[in-house]
């Protein structure tokens, strides 16, 4: 059976850098397990990067630039790459938001990975219901 596909916002990724346990380290290490296939596109691989290397952010990290870099590219090792050929406007009240929303959409993903839900409704349309997941318990 193939791994869900999923989005995961970039707060979730900051979340993720920034505290030692939390569930959205949880997100990353599935991915890394393949048991979830993150996609990732032209517009959120840029909004990962920039973030990535904002300094500031990540004073309270214990994770150095280039480490932070590393993390990064080994991630993208494992994501798949979808081209977006259609935006879909207007939708989310937030003109930042929509292209998770459109690469989700792109890449037949299953769900998407947020830590600001509330971000994703209210949309002027309406797709097919995303999963939730939770990670692994063992």
Same mark, same amino acid.
């Given at each position: 059976? @193939?791994?869900? *596909? /999923?989005?995961?916002d970039?707060n979730?990724? /900051?979340s @993720?850098? !920034?505290r030692?346990? &939390?569930?959205?380290r949880?997100? %990353?290490?599935?991915?890394f397990? =393949?048991? !979830?296939?993150?996609?990732?596109g032209?517009?959120l %691989?840029? $909004?990962y990067? =920039? +973030? !990535?290397g904002? =300094? ?6 214990l994770l ?5 870099? *590393? %993390?990064?590219?080994? #991630?993208l090792n /494992?994501?798949?790459?979808?081209? /977006?050929y259609?935006?879909w406007?207007?939708?989310?009240? =937030?003109e930042?938001d929509?292209?998770?929303l459109?690469? @989700? +959409?792109?890449?037949?993903? &299953? ?5 600001n839900?509330a971000d994703? $409704?209210?949309?002027?349309l309406? #797709?097919?219901? %995303?999963?939730?997941?939770?990670p692994r318990t063992?």
């Amino acid at each position: 059976m @193939a791994a869900p *596909r /999923v989005v995961i916002d970039t707060n979730v990724l /900051v979340s @993720a850098l !920034l505290r030692r346990e &939390s569930y959205n380290r949880e997100v %990353f290490q599935a991915c890394f397990e =393949d048991r !979830l296939t993150p996609l990732v596109g032209h517009t959120l %691989f840029l $909004e990962y990067e =920039d +973030v !990535l290397g904002r =300094d500031a952010l990540f004073k309270k990290s214990l994770l150095s630039g280039l480490e932070r870099q *590393r %993390f990064f590219e080994s #991630f993208l090792n /494992v994501c798949e790459w979808v081209r /977006v050929y259609y935006l879909w406007r207007p939708n989310l009240r =937030d003109e930042g938001d929509n292209h998770v929303l459109e690469l @989700a +959409v792109a890449g037949g993903a &299953s769900m998407i990975v947020t830590k600001n839900t509330a971000d994703f $409704e209210g949309a002027n349309l309406r #797709f097919r219901i %995303f999963e939730s997941w939770a990670p692994r318990t063992s």
